[in-house]
Structures are given as structure tokens and as C-alpha cells.
């Protein structure tokens, strides 16, 4: 997988519209469409990412639906757990 990869640029090149920080969904959810389709969060920052010990979302149907930070890390695509899982995509 390139480092462009799922880029926001990339992301626009396949037809992805609408690109919203996410910390602006905090103030106004409304620009998050309640139509169906294929949605994507991209992180464009370099850094790791720093995960909750556990979210305050609550449960889902009477299940915690929290995992821990390793599980999420394995799932970053394009971390260095992911290439070490996958290899290049």
C-alpha cells in the first residue's frame, strides 16, 4: 500500500465528497448524511493514535462493545501491526 493510500486526496479521487473534521461533529452532527452508503474516517496526523481505555458510547443491545487498545491498533490500516499482520496491501 503507497502512504497515499486513503488519503483525504486519494479518498477524493474515488468519489468521496463531504470531508468534515471530526471534532466539528462534536458542536453540529449534521452534516453526517442519514442516508446509507460507504462513509470513511481518514487520519491524515503521522503520530499513533491514543485510544480510551473505554468509550463513554455505552452498550449496544446489552453488550459492551468496547476492545482494547491492542485490538484497535491491529485495525489502523496502514500501522506497523497492520503491515506486520498483511503486508503491503
Known amino acids: ?3 497515499t493510500a486513503f488519503s483525504i486526496a486519494d479518498l477524493r479521487r474515488r468519489g468521496f465528497v463531504g ?13 453526517v448524511p442519514g442516508d ?3 462513509y ?3 487520519r491524515e496526523a503521522t503520530d499513533a493514535p491514543q485510544f480510551l481505555a473505554q468509550s463513554d458510547a455505552g ?10 487498545a491492542d485490538k484497535l491498533a491491529v ?4 500501522s506497523r501491526l497492520d503491515r506486520e499482520l498483511h503486508g503491503d496491501r
Open 59 to 68: 452498550w449496544w443491545k446489552g453488550k459492551d462493545p468496547n476492545v482494547s
Open 1 to 3: 500500500m503507497t502512504s
Open 36 to 38: 446509507s452508503g460507504v
Open 40 to 42: 470513511a474516517v481518514a
Open 19 to 31: 470531508f468534515v473534521p471530526v471534532a466539528q461533529l462534536d458542536d453540529d452532527p449534521q452534516p
Open 75 to 78: 485495525n489502523i490500516v496502514g
